[in-house]
């Protein structure tokens, strides 16, 4: 059913004041992982029709980067999931207007945890915000979240999510990036059967309800926000949300923010806490056993991106320490999967990566310079940090 014109006429000029004010020299420019966020006042205008009363109120006119797929994403419309979450958590930024192509999205007057704190503890309170923050997301229901694909698996069914996770990470992210990773990957020592040979170590994981998730809760996606002597914490960029199992959102977190053993445990017992408190103990069942095999999946998984992106940051003509700076990140990636690939050859030594690398760029350069839109479809995995 088509909209009354009156509706029509009324997002058109919603939409010619926003792209007015989007192209404004004012307010900053702030890229993500996934979006260019071009903060600026929204002008009185803008303000009237949206409904915002002032238009010195600042927001974010937000543009999607087009980015290899690295991990999934099911929902493509994150202002789907925004509408289902802010019912739920009034903290976080409403998308005010979806045009389809960019959106216009609330701001919130902070700073992004990654520099207040860029590494090393944030401290109980904060951990004990976000616990409070999962348990929350917990509770948003199903039938207000957007549908999902039709291959997705059924509520419980924990051994199925992982395994379309590991499909996911086979399919969409090993096997579409070999013809130009392959070698690379071979050279630092991925196994072929990566993804195949943890999932066959993986028993089969006890039944948890599904909720939704975040799975990208980490430092540059928490902001800080003023709040009298204190503060509170927002979670943002929603683009991501999956809805399954709780304890992957949990591994992400745990994985992605660095926490040192001591917080990463008192990360994990607050969590276990808060479900509980907030009535989903059912989503903690077994969860002792079944975190450490989503903690697994999540390093497995991160070998891919990680080494194609120290492979990606290289400069067209690489110093010694440039490939040597990417070296490092290759290892470290090599070396948190060792376990859950179960490995047995010795630690990838730094020469051995740098050689790798320095072999693939010699290929790479002579062999994909010719192709402007694959670069370009590489640049964007630069830019994610998963």
């Not at 979450?85 to 999205?105: I, K, T, Y």
């Not at 979240?145 to 090993?174: C, I, K, M, T, Y």
């Not at 693939?360 to 998963?386: I, K, P, Y």
Request: aromatic content about 8%; hydrophobic content about 40%.
């Amino acid at each position: 059913m088509s909209s009354p014109p009156h509706h029509r006429a009324h997002q058109a000029l919603v939409r010619r004041l926003a792209e007015v004010r989007r192209r404004s020299p004012d307010g900053a420019i702030v890229t993500g992982h996934h979006n260019s966020n071009h903060i600026v006042s929204l002008g009185q205008p803008l303000a009237f029709l949206l409904g915002m009363g002032s238009g010195r109120v600042l927001a974010k006119f937000r543009t999607p980067f087009t980015t290899m797929e690295v991990v999934p994403r099911i929902w493509r419309r994150e202002s789907e999931v925004l509408r289902a979450v802010s019912r739920q958590l009034s903290e976080v930024p409403r998308c005010l207007v979806d045009f389809g192509d960019w959106s216009l999205h609330a701001y919130l007057p902070g700073r992004v945890l990654s520099d207040v704190v860029p590494e090393g503890p944030i401290g109980s309170w904060r951990l004990a915000a976000l616990a409070d923050f999962f348990a929350r997301v917990a509770s948003v229901p199903e039938h207000d979240l957007p549908q999902r694909p039709a291959d997705w698996p059924q509520n419980h069914d924990s051994s199925g999510f992982l395994r379309w996770l590991g499909r996911f990470a086979e399919q969409r992210v090993h096997q579409y990036n070999r013809p130009r990773f392959g070698e690379l990957f071979d050279s630092v020592g991925v196994p072929r059967d990566a993804v195949d040979r943890f999932l066959r170590s993986v028993p089969e994981l006890s039944p948890r309800p599904f909720a939704l998730l975040h799975t990208d809760v980490h430092r540059a996606n928490v902001v800080v926000i003023p709040d009298g002597d204190g503060e509170r914490l927002s979670i943002i960029d929603w683009e991501l949300a999956l809805y399954g199992d709780p304890l992957h959102d949990l591994a992400t977190h745990v994985v992605r923010m660095g926490y040192d053993k001591t917080e990463q445990e008192l990360m994990i017992r607050m969590w276990a806490d808060a479900m509980r408190s907030a009535g989903h103990a059912d989503m903690t069942v077994d969860m002792d056993p079944d975190l450490g095999w989503y903690l697994g999946f999540e390093y497995v998984q991160s070998v891919f991106p990680d080494v194609m992106r120290a492979a990606l940051a290289l400069p067209d003509d690489p110093g010694e320490q440039d490939l040597r700076l990417a070296a490092g990140q290759v290892c470290r990636a090599i070396h948190r999967a060792r376990e859950p690939l179960a490995l047995v050859d010795g630690p990838l030594g730094e020469e051995a990566a740098v050689e790798a690398l320095r072999q693939w760029h010699r290929a790479d350069r002579a062999e994909w310079m010719g192709s402007t839109e694959e670069l370009e479809r590489m640049e964007g995995l630069e830019r994610h940090g998963c």
